[in-house]
T-cell receptor
Framework: DTAVSQTPKYLVTQMGNDKSIKCEQN?????MYWYKQDSKKFLKIMFS???????INETVPNRFSPKSPDKAHLNLHINSLELGDSAVYFC????????????FGQGTRLTVV | GDSVTQMEGPVTLSEEAFLTINCTYT??????LFWYVQYPGEGLQLLLK?????DKGSNKGFEATYRKETTSFHLEKGSVQVSDSAVYFC????????????FGKGTHLIIQP
């Protein structure tokens, strides 16, 4: 039973399109995150969401918006996709935002053509 | 802001060799420290963690000790196997944790038979 699952695993789309990536965790965790991994494997936090409080990394374009229908889900919606958005996006969750480890999903490889 | 510096590799070793991957950090307060591993095509998995000074995290033969005086968390393994080939990430979380994990750039480890 997958702890953090995200769909789709692969997403190929054209520039200018709008797309969503879904994430669900069945661990009962309070905090969820989205990370972006670039072509050089560098990982950077995009958002964290804890008890309806959203923390946004200031470098993330406002074309990216997280949506959380409930504590177990944190979806990522991207408007007007650009070539530079191509990356692997990871969803993660943790029991709390302080010392507990994060559990990661398998990643979504987004390719914008 | 917080930062993590680790050797980038690739690091190529023969099976049964001794492994050290260096990691140093800069953070406010007293961060928790982690090593994550990413196998090809997969998400990140927690390898080990330490939450306070002088703690030693260990798992699957890997060890790392939280050294506050040198702000380091070096990863070691006495005898590596081909199956250890992966990308290893040093990471920290500090403060209230709402900013998520801060990752190093990852070290690609290649173990040759």
């Amino acid at each position: 039973d997958t702890a953090v699952s995200q769909t789709p695993k692969y997403l190929v789309t054209q520039m200018g399109n709008d797309k969503s990536i879904k994430c669900e965790q069945n661990l009962g965790h309070d905090t969820m995150y989205w990370y972006k991994q670039d072509s050089k494997k560098f990982l950077k936090i995009m958002f964290s969401y804890n008890n309806k409080e959203l923390i946004i990394n200031e470098t993330v374009p406002n074309r990216f918006s997280p949506k959380s229908p409930d504590k177990a889900h944190l979806n990522l919606h991207i408007n007007s996709l650009e070539l530079g958005d191509s990356a692997v996006y990871f969803c993660a969750s943790s029991q709390d935002a302080i010392n507990s480890e994060a559990f990661f999903g398998q990643g979504t490889r987004l390719t914008v053509v | 802001g917080d930062s993590v510096t680790q050797m980038e590799g690739p690091v190529t070793l023969s099976e049964e060799a001794f492994l050290t991957i260096n990691c140093t950090y800069t953070a406010t307060g007293y961060p928790s420290l982690f090593w994550y591993v990413q196998y090809p095509g997969e998400g990140l998995q927690l390898l080990l963690k330490a939450t306070k000074a002088d703690d030693k995290g260990s798992n699957k033969g890997f060890e790392a000790t939280y050294r506050k005086e040198t702000t380091s968390f070096h990863l070691e393994k006495g005898s590596v196997q081909v199956s250890d080939s992966a990308v290893y990430f040093c990471a920290l979380i500090s403060g209230g944790g709402a900013d998520g994990l801060t990752f190093g750039k990852g070290t690609h480890l290649i173990i040759q038979p």
